[in-house]
Nanobody, 120 residues
Framework: QVQLVESGGGLVQAGGSLTLSCAAS????????MYWYRQAPGKQRELVAH???????NYADSVKGRFTISRDNAKNMVFLRMNSLKPEDTAVYYC??????????????WGQGTQVTVSS
């Protein structure tokens, strides 16, 4: 079982910034890619970014140039720095840990997530 604890969300005005944090623990051996997803009300959970243990990153087109994913391998933590936030970034943000190529349905469990609300 994987335990995931996300934090750092909040209410911010458009154009502002937030940094999310996530700590992973439990059965994470062999899962070397850390992911951030988000889910807006009435929408499907979507991939925001992922980062491999070697530091290779990938971003959704909607956040490229504004969001930066990073990780601390020693602490099994992943971070998401979000700049130039827009109202459409409003969502609950979730992290997870898996392998390269995982899709949303490949993760057996999720944490509580952290709410990000961007006001216009």
């Amino acid at each position: 079982q994987v335990q995931l604890v996300e934090s750092g969300g909040g209410l911010v005005q458009a154009g502002g910034s937030l940094t999310l944090s996530c700590a992973a623990s439990g059965s994470i051996f062999g899962r070397n890619v850390m992911y951030w997803y988000r889910q807006a009300p009435g929408k499907q959970r979507e991939l925001v970014a992922h980062i491999t243990s070697g530091g290779n990153t990938n971003y959704a087109d909607s956040v490229k140039g504004r969001f930066t994913i990073s990780r601390d391998n020693a602490k099994n933590m992943v971070f998401l720095r979000m700049n130039s936030l827009k109202p459409e970034d409003t969502a609950v943000y979730y992290c997870n840990v898996g392998r390269l190529g995982f899709s949303r349905t490949d993760f057996p469990s999720w944490g509580q997530g952290t709410q990000v609300t961007v006001s216009s």
